[in-house]
């Protein structure tokens, strides 16, 4: 449990400058931050929360359409290239979850095209204010307050931390590391990471 010097000494914004990575991440990310969502979040939260859920779905949807169009074209490889190999076999994985929603969206592939700037900029936007409200929840009258706040939002840190690292190159292992941290099974990411509190991280 935090002590009132942690509330004190708590530096909020490492959890609010989100990093700079390409889109898949960024998707990863919003996922990973989605699985540590307080059990018992306040309106804020949850308002936020399915805002960011919608981003999510978007993006998966998204991408889906886009290895449907290379797969008929035999192109996969070309957007194994642009958003890597990990997340293009995990689409193709899911592709049937989705074929209605696709379905809908698949008039112009041009226009497929075209959104992944918008995609990447709804992404980041609906993560910034969803860990801006979680924020919102540390309270010095409940200690424990700090800690759900940090769990909730480890996902941005261990991402800041990695690229701190190892740069934003190593994409599988950015992916990697956030799918960790969300299933709780990141002990050794623990033992690797920087000794540094947060608050002193320069990456993103």
Known sequence: MATIEAFFSFDSSPYQRIPVVNTPTTLVLGQALRALTPAEAPAGV???????DAAIEDAEELFTAL????????LVSGLEELVGPQLVRAIIDVQPM?????ADRLADPDDELASLSEIQRQLRKRIADYSTQVLAMVDEDEPESLDIVVTALRPIVTLREFIALRGREAEAEMIEAL????????????????DAAPATSKAG
Do not use: H, I
Request: hydrophobic residues 35%; negative net charge; glycine residues 2%.
């Open 46 to 52: 949850v308002k936020r929360a399915k805002r960011l």
């Open 67 to 74: 290895v449907r169009l290379l797969q008929q074209d035999e």
């Open 98 to 102: 989705y074929e209605k929603m696709v």
């Open 179 to 194: 799918n960790a941290v969300a299933s709780g099974d990141d002990d050794d990411a623990e033992d690797e990471a920087p």
